[in-house]
């Protein structure tokens, strides 16, 4: 439905138009179809929208199934801003009334980046029942670890039962599977009720590959293609209502289900030689929203450029983006603590990579990178750029479910590694973001999966997943096949480990207990969250594998090797410890146990 695209709110959203309008200037005849109902005609006009001729049956005693019919073909096809696709991709769409929700939130007045600690789930396996209904019974769970934000993997529809999210191709529609759009706004009610702000994660680069019904209605596709599919038509004849259905879209998610941030998926796929990049004027107009709406709305691009004018401001150049993904950070944490110097990991072996990362922000700032086998990323301007404007992680739904077969940090690091992996990145100057059980250690894997129908479809999607890891090294046979329900099943959190304090030999209970602290004390303590470049300092011994982070008075100090490691930090207080054993003296003089880290205050 087009109905809430139009401006009631004295933003720069597109004119209003009515809710069974569609833009579809490829068509020389559309037709409304309404189940149960004769066609209603449409009447085309000269900037390619159609708009029904008549009155549409049923549309004023509640919600409608619809469809268009396109020229000749008696197949109705879903409305591309479709708010709900009950029966999937491929059938009606429903009307959907976002304002008929009665909000609780009216006293929520947002949740900055800036601070802050984000969360990042994935509705379908974040609880066994999967839904957006069964997330809301654990947010409880995240206030006690005192996170600030939940990021929410991809939530559009998909064709099949179970996806990542990705391969989402009716952008304005929450998938039926979550519980649908209502289920969405009782969700994010939720979150605000319980203090947590939430950030939506979309997907603007590519469309997945079955369902994808636009290329019918208008030239919403270009020539080209990058790593997922064929490119988004930014900059080409007929680019500026596809922009328009972007911006609009963006426009929903802090609008209709007042979401707080959008994490942008893999902006460097975007291909926009426009004057006014696409970017630069998403920013822009929610820029405007925000103050319209007086709350801070945040947009977060993911972007492996290591460009900072991404998020320099418009007016000094850039594209004007709040933050972006860092995953320098992740790839120099990773390789200090397991060792892994494969592939993209190969340049940060030395622990000084760490040491650049957590001072200077990009490891590769215009260095050669032996992976892309180039030259890679800009300088950071360290005097001028908050630290919290790059996002880091020592696990993500990338890092983990990229890997063959899914493993997280804990299938290759003991307790006190797994500590580090928590303090090094929840006392770092970057904004931390955590990923769906990375908390307690969870030992279920995160896995990729789909659920194509199709059986072309997913036999390519499998088939190709597997030649991919056998090309390095891996057995076929070890490579899960993401077509097999198990991969998804396998892949969802076994909250036992959180309720049974003797799970895995209390390890679970033990380390939850530790990020709780972890967070606590980065709340607490204002030189954790200090944005200057300036205020934090990074030393690290590779003989004796400790590293050592000043911010501002306090040190983290961390020894990631096998032996206890000795180091005076001169007197002062033990503020938090990741395990038994630590101890300050009075003459100052730290013990650390192997991997094992610790926050001093000196006197």
């Known amino acids: 439905m087009t109905g809430t695209t139009g401006s009631t709110t004295g933003t720069t959203r597109a004119p209003a138009r009515g809710p069974f309008?569609?833009?579809?200037?490829?068509?020389?005849?559309?037709?409304?179809?309404?189940?149960?109902?004769?066609?209603?005609?449409?009447?085309?006009?000269?900037?390619?929208?159609?708009?029904?001729?008549?009155?549409?049956?049923?549309?004023d005693s509640g919600p409608v199934d619809y469809g268009y019919l396109l020229d000749d073909d008696d197949t109705p096809r879903p409305d591309p801003r479709s708010r709900r696709q009950p029966d999937g991709v491929h059938g009606l769409s429903r009307s959907f009334d976002p304002s008929a929700?009665?909000?609780?939130?009216?006293?929520?007045?947002?949740?900055?980046?800036?601070?802050?600690?984000?969360?990042?789930?994935?509705?379908?396996?974040?609880?066994?029942?999967?839904?957006?209904?069964?997330?809301?019974?654990?947010?409880?769970?995240?206030?006690?670890?005192?996170?600030?934000?939940?990021?929410?993997?991809?939530?559009?529809?998909?064709?099949?039962?179970?996806?990542?999210?990705?391969?989402?191709?009716?952008?304005?529609?929450?998938?039926?599977?979550?519980?649908?759009?209502?289920a969405y706004q009782r969700f994010v009610d939720g979150c605000h009720?319980?203090?947590?702000?939430?950030?939506?994660?979309?997907?603007?680069?590519?469309?997945?590959?079955?369902?994808?019904y636009l290329p019918l209605y208008g030239p919403y596709l270009t020539e080209g293609r990058n790593t997922w599919g064929d490119l988004v038509n930014l900059d080409q004849e007929g680019s500026a209502q596809v922009r328009r259905y972007i911006l609009d879209n963006v426009a929903m998610w802090l609008e209709d289900y007042h979401v707080d941030a959008l994490?942008?998926?893999?902006?460097?796929?975007?291909?926009?030689?426009?004057?006014?990049?696409?970017?630069?004027?998403?920013?822009?107009?929610?820029?405007?929203?925000?103050?319209?709406?007086?709350?801070?709305?945040?947009?977060?691009?993911?972007?492996?450029?290591?460009?900072?004018?991404?998020?320099?401001?418009?007016?000094?150049?850039?594209?004007?983006?709040?933050?972006?993904?860092?995953?320098?950070?992740?790839?120099?944490?990773?390789?200090?603590?397991?060792?892994?110097?494969?592939?993209y990991y190969?340049?940060?072996?030395?622990?000084?990579?760490?040491?650049?990362?957590?001072?200077?922000?990009?490891f590769h700032d215009g260095t050669y990178s032996s992976f892309r086998e180039a030259d890679h990323g800009r300088p950071v301007d360290t005097a001028t750029m908050p630290t919290w404007r790059l996002v880091v992680c020592n696990q993500n739904h990338d890092q983990i479910g990229n890997r063959a077969v899914g493993d997280r940090l804990t299938e290759h690091l003991d307790e006190g590694g797994l500590g580090l992996a928590a303090l090094l990145t929840l006392t770092g100057p970057f904004t931390p973001m955590l990923f769906q059980g990375e908390e307690w250690a969870a030992s279920t894997p995160f896995q990729f999966f789909t659920s194509h129908p199709e059986p072309?479809?997913?036999?390519?999607?499998?088939?190709?997943?597997?030649a991919e890891f056998a090309k390095m090294g891996w057995d076929p046979d070890a490579v899960p096949d993401p077509q097999d329900p198990a991969s998804f099943e396998r892949s969802k959190l076994d909250w036992s480990q959180v309720e049974d304090p003797a799970a895995g030999d209390g390890v679970h209970a033990r380390v939850l207990d530790l990020?709780?602290?972890?967070?606590?004390?980065?709340?607490?303590?204002?030189?954790?969250?200090?944005?200057?470049?300036?205020?934090?300092?990074?030393?690290?011994?590779?003989?004796?594998?400790?590293?050592?982070?000043?911010?501002?008075?306090?040190?983290?100090?961390?020894?990631?090797?096998?032996?206890?490691?000795?180091?005076?930090?001169?007197?002062?207080?033990?503020l938090l410890a990741t395990a038994d054993g630590v101890a300050l003296d009075v003459s100052g003089t730290l013990t650390l146990p192997a991997h094992a880290g610790a926050v001093v205050e000196p006197a």
Not at 306 to 322: I, Q, S
Request: proline letters at 5%; charged letters at 20%; one cysteine or more.
């Open 346 to 362: 190969a340049d940060f072996e030395p622990l000084e990579a760490l040491s650049k990362v957590i001072t200077r922000g990009f």
């Open 101 to 182: 929700y009665a909000w609780g939130d009216g006293a929520w007045t947002g949740r900055q980046l800036a601070g802050s600690v984000v969360y990042e789930l994935h509705v379908g396996t974040f609880t066994p029942e999967g839904t957006l209904d069964a997330a809301l019974g654990r947010l409880d769970h995240l206030v006690d670890l005192g996170v600030d934000l939940v990021e929410v993997m991809p939530v559009n529809a998909f064709n099949g039962t179970h996806n990542w999210g990705y391969d989402g191709v009716a952008w304005y529609a929450v998938d039926e599977s979550y519980g649908g759009p209502e």
């Open 456 to 466: 072309e479809l997913g036999k390519a999607t499998a088939e190709g997943r597997i």
């Open 263 to 343: 994490r942008l998926d893999a902006v460097h796929a975007l291909q926009d030689t426009s004057a006014v990049h696409l970017l630069e004027e998403m920013g822009l107009e929610v820029a405007a929203l925000s103050a319209h709406l007086r709350r801070p709305l945040t947009l977060i691009a993911e972007s492996d450029l290591n460009d900072t004018r991404m998020v320099t401001p418009r007016e000094g150049g850039g594209r004007g983006l709040d933050a972006q993904w860092s995953d320098d950070f992740h790839h120099a944490v990773h390789v200090a603590l397991t060792g892994e110097t494969t592939g």
């Open 515 to 574: 990020y709780r602290r972890l967070v606590a004390l980065r709340r607490a303590r204002p030189e954790l969250t200090d944005p200057a470049f300036g205020a934090t300092t990074c030393e690290v011994d590779e003989a004796a594998r400790l590293v050592t982070m000043g911010r501002g008075s306090l040190r983290v100090v961390a020894n990631l090797g096998d032996r206890p490691v000795v180091v005076t930090t001169g007197p002062g207080e033990v």
């Open 193 to 212: 009720a319980a203090g947590l702000g939430v950030v939506q994660d979309v997907v603007y680069n590519h469309l997945g590959p079955s369902g994808n």
């Open 21 to 59: 309008d569609v833009w579809a200037p490829v068509p020389e005849r559309v037709r409304l179809h309404v189940a149960g109902a004769e066609p209603v005609a449409m009447t085309r006009g000269d900037d390619g929208w159609w708009t029904p001729a008549g009155a549409v049956p049923g549309a």
